[in-house]
């Protein structure tokens, strides 16, 4: 069994064929996945979406490239959310240095509202940090009592360790699977096998042997089967504990 702890199923991309795309990824193992939001007016979608089928739950928040779309009430919104649909995490949230044009002291503020959030409900954060690994540690320190996931990191081995020991796993998905990746590749190698997720941040990131095409859930394996070459373990072995990690994150049982 494996648990796609990042992917955007309810993403228009997917409108089409969504329910195939969930019957391939069931069919591959993929028996969970973790579904994050993006603005307030994709929650309701969202929550329609994850109702289609087992093992889709939906996560709620507000993400730093969609800084437009947002307004401070969404804020108090997504409390309410919280509150009445008991998701499994909030996000997806955090800071993106990379895009120009997205005022950092305002993401800032949407994201200090989400961590405190997280912290107030006892639910993990799902993170999204893009060349902004640095301000994310410090914003999680400065808010403290949390746990979560940094997903598709891309930082230093220096800062998974620093998450680590806050409280955080990483969320690794196809960009590990391309030779030139190789600081990722051995982030994935080295860090400690209780911090990993698997992800397909699908309809984005496709891995290697789908360059350029429609990412979904049921390349999860193959990511999994990379990763577990890199670490020179059994890929039925990472897939176990890898499940039990987002078990424990996200309170499965």
Same mark, same amino acid.
């Given at each position: 069994m494996l648990v796609d702890s990042h992917c955007h199923l309810d993403a228009g991309e997917f409108d089409p064929d969504r329910r195939e795309v969930i019957g391939r990824a069931?069919?591959?193992?993929?028996?969970?996945?973790?579904?994050?939001?993006?603005?307030?007016?994709?929650?309701?979608?969202?929550?329609?979406?994850?109702?289609?089928?087992?093992?889709?739950?939906?996560a709620y928040g507000l993400h730093?490239?969609?800084?437009?779309?947002?307004?401070?009430?969404?804020?108090?919104t997504l409390a309410e959310w919280i509150q009445r649909e008991k998701p499994r995490a909030i996000g997806e949230c955090g800071l993106?240095?990379?895009?120009d044009g997205l005022d950092r002291d305002r993401q800032q503020l949407f994201f200090d509202g989400q961590l405190r959030l997280a912290r107030d409900f006892q639910l993990p954060v799902i993170v999204h940090a893009r060349?902004?690994?640095?301000?994310v540690i410090a914003s999680i320190r400065r808010v403290g009592g949390l746990t979560g996931v940094v997903?598709?990191?891309?930082?230093?081995?220096?800062? *998974?360790? %620093?998450l680590y020991r806050h409280g955080f796993? #990483?969320?690794?998905?196809?960009?590990?699977?391309?030779? &030139?990746?190789?600081?990722?590749?051995?982030?994935?190698?080295?860090?400690?096998?209780?911090?990993l997720l698997l992800?397909?941040?699908?309809?984005?990131?496709?891995?290697?042997?789908?360059?350029g095409q429609r990412n979904e859930p049921a390349r999860l394996p193959v990511i999994a089967a990379?990763? *577990?070459? %890199?670490?020179?373990?059994?890929?039925?072995? #990472?897939?176990?504990?890898?499940?039990?990690?987002?078990? &424990?994150?996200?309170g499965w049982a």
């Amino acid at each position: 069994m494996l648990v796609d702890s990042h992917c955007h199923l309810d993403a228009g991309e997917f409108d089409p064929d969504r329910r195939e795309v969930i019957g391939r990824a069931q069919r591959a193992g993929v028996a969970r996945q973790l579904v994050p939001a993006v603005t307030a007016a994709s929650w309701p979608k969202l929550r329609e979406v994850c109702g289609q089928a087992p093992g889709l739950f939906p996560a709620y928040g507000l993400h730093p490239v969609f800084l437009d779309a947002h307004c401070e009430a969404d804020l108090a919104t997504l409390a309410e959310w919280i509150q009445r649909e008991k998701p499994r995490a909030i996000g997806e949230c955090g800071l993106d240095y990379f895009l120009d044009g997205l005022d950092r002291d305002r993401q800032q503020l949407f994201f200090d509202g989400q961590l405190r959030l997280a912290r107030d409900f006892q639910l993990p954060v799902i993170v999204h940090a893009r060349r902004a690994v640095d301000a994310v540690i410090a914003s999680i320190r400065r808010v403290g009592g949390l746990t979560g996931v940094v997903h598709s990191f891309s930082g230093s081995p220096e800062q *998974a360790a %620093l998450l680590y020991r806050h409280g955080f796993l #990483l969320g690794l998905g196809g960009p590990v699977t391309y030779d &030139r990746a190789q600081r990722l590749q051995r982030i994935a190698r080295d860090i400690p096998l209780e911090q990993l997720l698997l992800e397909t941040d699908a309809p984005d990131q496709p891995d290697a042997g789908i360059r350029g095409q429609r990412n979904e859930p049921a390349r999860l394996p193959v990511i999994a089967a990379h990763i *577990a070459r %890199l670490r020179g373990m059994d890929v039925d072995a #990472l897939a176990k504990a890898t499940t039990e990690n987002a078990q &424990r994150l996200f309170g499965w049982a």
